[in-house]
C-alpha cells in the first residue's frame, strides 16, 4: 500500500520460484486491499456503539488472539533476540497498529467511510516525504509536484465539508495517514529482521497491551451494544487486522514495495462502492474530487526518471 525504499534482508537460501512468488504476493495483495478497503466501511457502521480506543481495543484483541492460534499451528515463532528488531516492532505497533486505529475511528466517527479512505491514502506521498527526510533519499521534482497536487485535493475535501465536525474527522483523517506512513517505514525495517507473521503477531501483542487502559469502557459500551456492532469488531479484527496486515507483510517482504503502490489506489474505490451499497452513503461531490486530485498527486510523486 505504500512505497518504501528500505532494502529487505532475507537469510541465503536456494533459488526461488519467482513465478509462484509473483502469484502468491500478487494473491496476497488483492486479500489486503479488499479486506482494508470494508474496514472503513465496518469502522463507520460500528461508531456510533463504540467509541474510538474501545473499538481499537476489541479489534486488535481479537487479531492478536486469531494470530496466536495461527502461529501455534504453524508451530512456533522465532523471537528477536536483539533489542533492535524489538524496539522497531514496537515502534510500529504503537504508531501503526494501536495510534492509526485509533485516530481513523475518532476520524469516521466526523466524516464518511469514502472520505477518510481517499484522505489516508496519501500515505503513500508521506512515506517517500519521511524516506526523503529520514534516509537522505533524493526529493525529486514528481514528489514535489505529486506533493502540491495532493495538497490541493486535501484542501478541496476540507473547502467541501459542512462544518466544524467535518473538519475535525478531516484533520483526524490526515493525522491517521501521518501515523499509518510512520509505521510502515518502521515496519519495513522490521521486516529485516522477523518474518511477517511474528511481526504482525508481536505488533497486535503489543498494541492491545497498550490499549488496556480502555477495557472497563470497552466492556460497558459492549453491554448494550447491539450484535452487529460486536460483529462489526470481530470482523475488524479477523479480517482486515490479522488477515489483511499478515497478508501485506507477506507481500512487502517479498516484492518490491514501488510496485505495491499502485495497488492502495484501489482501496479508496473499494471502500465507496461498498460504503454506497451496505451503509446507503458516499462521499459528498467535493470529496470525490478532492479525493481524485489527492490520488493523481500520489500517482505523479511515484514516478520515476
Known amino acids: 500500500?505504500?512505497?518504501?525504499?528500505?532494502?529487505?534482508?532475507?537469510a541465503p537460501s536456494s533459488p526461488p520460484n519467482t513465478s509462484n512468488i509473483d502469484f502468491r504476493s500478487a494473491a496476497a495483495v488483492v486479500i489486503a486491499v479488499v479486506v482494508w478497503a470494508s474496514a472503513f466501511v465496518a469502522i463507520r457502521d460500528a461508531g456510533p456503539a463504540l467509541s474510538s480506543a474501545p473499538m481499537a481495543l476489541l479489534r486488535l484483541a481479537v487479531a492478536a488472539l486469531a494470530l496466536t492460534v495461527l502461529v501455534g499451528l504453524r508451530g512456533g515463532v522465532r523471537l528477536p533476540r536483539a533489542r533492535?528488531?524489538?524496539?522497531?516492532?514496537?515502534?510500529?505497533?504503537?504508531?501503526?497498529?494501536a495510534g492509526y486505529t485509533v485516530a481513523l475511528n475518532a476520524a469516521e466517527r466526523h466524516v464518511d467511510a469514502g472520505t477518510a479512505a481517499l484522505l489516508v491514502n496519501l500515505a503513500p506521498l508521506l512515506v517517500a516525504l519521511g524516506a526523503a527526510a529520514l534516509l537522505r533519499e533524493k526529493l525529486s521534482r514528481?514528489?514535489?509536484?505529486?506533493?502540491?497536487?495532493?495538497?490541493?485535493?486535501?484542501?478541496?475535501?476540507?473547502?467541501?465539508?459542512?462544518?466544524r465536525h467535518d473538519m475535525l474527522g478531516v484533520t483526524l483523517c490526515l493525522l491517521s495517514a501521518v501515523l499509518y506512513a510512520a509505521g510502515v517505514l518502521v515496519q519495513k525495517a522490521a521486516l529485516r529482521h522477523v518474518d511477517a507473521l511474528t511481526a504482525i503477531w508481536l505488533g497486535c501483542l503489543i498494541a492491545t497491551v497498550v490499549l488496556l487502559p480502555w477495557t472497563?469502557?470497552?466492556?460497558?459500551?459492549?453491554?448494550?451494544?447491539?450484535?452487529r456492532t460486536i460483529a462489526d469488531g470481530v470482523y475488524l479484527g479477523l479480517f482486515p487486522t490479522a488477515i489483511g496486515f499478515t497478508a501485506w507483510s507477506y507481500a512487502l517482504r517479498r516484492t518490491d514495495a514501488a510496485r505495491l503502490t499502485t495497488t492502495s489506489y484501489a482501496i479508496p474505490a473499494v471502500s465507496v462502492l461498498l460504503s454506497w451499497l451496505l451503509l446507503a452513503e458516499a462521499p459528498t461531490p467535493w470529496a470525490l474530487a478532492g479525493g481524485a486530485v489527492c490520488l493523481l498527486g500520489v500517482a505523479i510523486s511515484r514516478r520515476r526518471s
Open 1 to 10: 500500500m505504500v512505497d518504501v525504499t528500505i532494502e529487505t534482508r532475507t
Open 84 to 97: 533492535t528488531p524489538w524496539l522497531l516492532v514496537i515502534g510500529y505497533a504503537v504508531l501503526w497498529l
Open 142 to 163: 514528481a514528489l514535489v509536484v505529486g506533493m502540491s497536487v495532493a495538497l490541493a485535493g486535501v484542501t478541496t475535501i476540507a473547502f467541501g465539508t459542512a462544518g
Open 216 to 227: 472497563p469502557q470497552l466492556i460497558t459500551e459492549l453491554s448494550s451494544a447491539p450484535a
